[in-house]
């Protein structure tokens, strides 16, 4: 069984770009959240695709956006970066209705903006 | 909406002391209760969860938590603490029955282990 994995693991861009970042679930699961988790912050709820479709929203900007492909990996794309938008950006894989029982979590791509 | 507060954000402990990590939470709603440990430079790991039933959870490396529902905690509590335990904690909550499952974390509690 092979767990949620990242890529890619550091990630350097500059103010303005654009950067697409990638997730593959866990075996067997179907829905797929994102976190960001800014310097010594908890991770905070950014989106959940189920479906290949949006299933809910955190609280942030539309130019933080989001794919699930028929393969139940995703794709966290995030336009017009800020310098605030540097954090670990952590995936989570679960099978609907019982994510419950709790989430798998990838090991995160660092993502620092100058 | 639920928030999570975790009291301390660091607890230095000695090895094979007991340790308390705190938490409590608000919410409007009845809620799924989650500690989950982040060790440098990784992702989360699931460490306990309280979905019902016993208020009290264990996991397997010797942790435990206790759901308490009029004083809106579930502290993580080990009797002996050891260096490998020297991690990042986070406690999270879950609204039960929403339709994005979505995790609200703490800010989080650096276990730091001292020999």
């Known amino acids: 069984e092979t767990g949620v994995t990242q890529s890619p693991t550091h990630l350097i861009k500059t103010r303005g770009q654009q950067v697409t970042l990638r997730c593959s679930s866990q075996?067997?699961?179907?829905?797929v959240s994102w976190y960001q988790q800014a310097l010594g912050q908890g991770p905070q709820f950014i989106f959940q695709?189920?479906?290949?479709?949006?299933?809910g929203r955190g609280n942030f900007p539309p130019r933080f956006s989001g794919l699930q492909f028929p393969n139940y990996s995703s794709e966290l794309n995030v336009n017009a970066l800020e310098l605030d938008d540097s954090a670990l950006y952590l995936c989570?894989?679960?099978?609907?209705?019982?994510?419950?029982?709790?989430?798998?979590f990838g090991s995160g791509t660092r993502l620092t903006v100058v | 909406a639920q928030s999570v507060t975790q009291l301390d954000s660091q607890v230095p402990v000695f090895e094979e002391a007991p340790v308390e990590l705190r938490c409590n939470y608000s919410?409007?709603?009845?809620?799924?209760l989650f500690w989950y440990v982040q060790y440098p430079n990784q992702g989360l790991q699931l460490l306990l969860k309280?979905?019902?039933?016993?208020?009290l959870v264990e996991s397997i490396n010797g942790f435990e938590a206790e759901f308490n529902k009029s004083q809106t905690s579930f502290h993580l509590r080990k009797p002996s603490v050891h260096i490998s335990d020297t991690a990042e904690y986070f406690c999270?909550?879950?609204?039960?029955?929403?339709?994005?499952?979505?995790?609200?974390f703490g800010s989080g509690t650096q276990l730091t282990v001292l020999p």
């Open positions: 695709y189920y479906r290949e479709e949006e299933n």
């Open positions: 989570a894989s679960s099978l609907a209705g019982q994510d419950y029982y709790g989430y798998t």
């Open positions: 919410s409007s709603v009845s809620v799924y």
């Open positions: 075996s067997g699961h179907n829905t």
């Open positions: 999270a909550v879950s609204e039960m029955g929403g339709s994005a499952r979505q995790l609200t």
């Open positions: 309280y979905l019902s039933g016993s208020t």
